[in-house]
Structure formats: structure tokens, C-alpha cells
């Protein structure tokens, strides 16, 4: 066991996981802080930096971390179907003084929305999350969106979201590309999604019972969700928008098939 690895007299060492879960998702993604901020550029200049936003499936919140660093009269709500990163990002970055909320909720839920009566949300964002949604579950999240938020407000969504079956040649490339990148694992070594899962939860049953993470409930969440690998891509995400209420939608940043889409209510 390494020091960072180990429970320490002073208490766990969260922020060693939450650092190695930003590794492992920019393994997948090395452009993953680039898109951060255009996103945070796009929300300061039409919304402002004393704004509320919803950081929508915040895994460990590592969104709603870098928002509230640089931006200090703001304030964030992490919303997540998953018990053990949530806990993993209370741990680790508390309530930052009444700016930070997170809440558990399923965004296949109907009723998700209730959590957030009497918030008026500014902006909407949200990372390598939504294409865990089927297209039918997408259209209405895209609908509960846009009746939630106020006139002007915006949605961000940071996110794999593939061409269209009319452009096999762009589709490959896209495929090609992304192939390269993940044998990085292999390569240099570098730890996977499923690896870093194996670890925290090997790091979690080590420490005393009272400190442990809630993989059990997690166990149970995932065995209720539904999973379709049918993935919407550019296109539909942008008709999805457009056909919900916002008043525009469409690109402002992508690399190949990593894309930054932004709605506008
Ligand atoms: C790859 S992680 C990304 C987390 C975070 N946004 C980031 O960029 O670091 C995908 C997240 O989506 C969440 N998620 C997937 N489906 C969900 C759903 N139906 N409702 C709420 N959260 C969901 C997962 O629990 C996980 O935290």
C-alpha cells in the first residue's frame, strides 16, 4: 500500500481519489480541462459570475470545483444517481462554505426536477455523462430543462456525441481516433475506469466501518438502471433541444467526436 493509499492517523485521503479520478477521465479525454473552460467561458459571459448553476450527473463534482474556485459569489448543485461519488465529493470539497449542494437523483426520474423547487438555475452543465441516456430519456430531460430554466438561461453539454450514419467516412475517423487514444491504457500503463473502481472500493472496505463508502447502495442503483447503447448523436441532441423550447442550440467546441453543444432558453 502506498502513502497516499493508505488511511492515514488524520483520516482517509479523499483528495488523493478525487485527484486520480480527474487523471483517469482525462486519460480518456486529454482535452478534458480545455472543455471545462470553454464551458465556464461561455456561462461568466452571458450569465455572469454571481450566477447558480446545475451540474447535471457531477459524478465527484470536479465540475462544480473548478466553477466555484474561480468564480467565489457562485453557487453549485451536483446532482448525481450515484451514492459513492457523491459521497466522494462531499468528502472531499464539503459544502464550501453553503455554496455546494449535492443531491442524489436518477435523471431518468420523471419527478427528478422536485429536488430543485424554488432554485432559479442560471446555467446548465454537464461532462461525459448524458450519453448514458436513451434517446426517448434525453427528449425529456431536454424538456424538463427547458422548463426549469428562466428566459436567457443556458445549457452546456460536454460530451461524446457521434456524426450521423450519413457520414460513415467522418464516423470512422472519429472511431479511429478515439481507438488511438485508449491504447494509452496499455501503453503507458495509465489506470481505467474499471481499475480506479477497483481500487476505491479495495481502499473503502480497509477503512473503519463508519468511514467506508456506500458501495452496497451503489449495487443497487445500478442493478435498477436501464441501460441502452444506442447513443443519440450531434444531430439529435440539437433537434432534441431545439424541439423542447430553447430558443437556440447548436456547437461551440468539438474535437472529432468530443463535443461542447449549448442550448439557449
Ligand atoms: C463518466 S462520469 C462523469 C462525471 C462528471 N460529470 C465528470 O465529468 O467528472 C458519468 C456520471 O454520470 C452519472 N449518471 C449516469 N446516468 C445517470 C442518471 N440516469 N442519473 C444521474 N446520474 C447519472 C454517473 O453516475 C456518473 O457520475
Redo the contacts with the bound molecule.
Keep these: 500500500m502506498t502513502t497516499t493509499e493508505s488511511s492515514t492517523r488524520a483520516g482517509a485521503d479523499w483528495a488523493h481519489w478525487l485527484d486520480r479520478?480527474?487523471r483517469q477521465?482525462t486519460a480518456y479525454l486529454p482535452l478534458?480541462e480545455a472543455r471545462f473552460e470553454v464551458m465556464f467561458q461561455a456561462v461568466e459571459r452571458l450569465r455572469g459570475r454571481e450566477v447558480t448553476i446545475l451540474?447535471?450527473?457531477?459524478?465527484?463534482?470536479?465540475?462544480s470545483q473548478r466553477f466555484l474556485t474561480r468564480n467565489p459569489a457562485a453557487r453549485s448543485i451536483g446532482?448525481?444517481?450515484?451514492p459513492v461519488?457523491?459521497e466522494l465529493g462531499r468528502r472531499n470539497l464539503g459544502d464550501q462554505d453553503g455554496r455546494l449542494t449535492l443531491r442524489?437523483?436518477?435523471?431518468?426520474?420523471p419527478g427528478?426536477t422536485d429536488l430543485l423547487a424554488g432554485e432559479r438555475i442560471d446555467a446548465v452543465l454537464?461532462?461525459?455523462?448524458?450519453h448514458?441516456?436513451a434517446a426517448d430519456?434525453l427528449v425529456r430531460l431536454y424538456r424538463q430543462l427547458a422548463d426549469l430554466l428562466p428566459e436567457g438561461a443556458v445549457f452546456l453539454d460536454?460530451d461524446h456525441m457521434a456524426y450521423d450514419v450519413a457520414e460513415p467516412t467522418l464516423q470512422h475517423l472519429a472511431l479511429m481516433m478515439k481507438a488511438e487514444r485508449e491504447q494509452v491504457f496499455e501503453r503507458d500503463g495509465d489506470e481505467d475506469?474499471a481499475q480506479w473502481w477497483t481500487a476505491l472500493e479495495a481502499y473503502s472496505e480497509r477503512l473503519d466501518e463508519r468511514e467506508r463508502l456506500p458501495f452496497a447502495e451503489r449495487r443497487d442503483?445500478l442493478r435498477e438502471?436501464r441501460v441502452d447503447t444506442r447513443r443519440a448523436g450531434i444531430a439529435m441532441h440539437i433537434t432534441a433541444l431545439r424541439d423542447a423550447g430553447f430558443a437556440e442550440a447548436g456547437q461551440i467546441w468539438g474535437y472529432f467526436e468530443n463535443r461542447v453543444i449549448m442550448g439557449v432558453r
Design positions: 479520478w480527474d477521465q478534458r451540474d447535471l450527473a457531477c459524478g465527484p463534482a470536479s465540475l446532482v448525481d444517481m450515484d461519488l457523491l442524489r437523483a436518477d435523471l431518468t426520474d427528478w454537464t461532462t461525459t455523462a448524458l448514458w441516456l430519456q460536454g475506469y442503483v438502471r
